[in-house]
C-alpha cells in the first residue's frame, strides 16, 4: 500500500474524522475505499464504452417508412 499526503479544510479534517469514527474505520481507509470504487467505475465506463464503440453500425431505417423495434434495437429476444 501507498501513503498518500492530502490537503483539506480543518472543517472538512474535523467532519471526516468524525464521519470516519462513526462508520468504524479510518479517513485514510475511506478515502482509500472511496477512490477505489470511483477507479472500478471508470474502468466499467471504458469497457462498456470500448464495447460499444467496437459494434459495427446499424442503420437505423430498416425500410423507407419504419423503423427498427426497440427490442431489435437492444437485441432483446
Known amino acids: 500500500m501507498k501513503n498518500v499526503t492530502i490537503t483539506v479544510d ?3 479534517a474535523r467532519w471526516a474524522k468524525v464521519w470516519a469514527a ?3 474505520s479510518s ?3 475511506l ?6 470504487e470511483q477507479m472500478l467505475r471508470e474502468r466499467a465506463y ?3 464504452r470500448s464495447r460499444f464503440m467496437a459494434r ?3 442503420d437505423l431505417k430498416a425500410s423507407q417508412t419504419t423503423y427498427p423495434s426497440r427490442d431489435v ?3 432483446r429476444g
Not at 31 to 36: A, H, P, R
Open 56 to 58: 459495427a453500425p446499424r
Open 22 to 24: 462513526q462508520q468504524g
Open 73 to 75: 434495437l437492444h437485441e
Open 46 to 48: 471504458e469497457a462498456a
Open 10 to 12: 480543518e472543517e472538512v
Open 27 to 29: 479517513v485514510s481507509r
Open 31 to 36: 478515502l482509500g475505499e472511496l477512490l477505489k
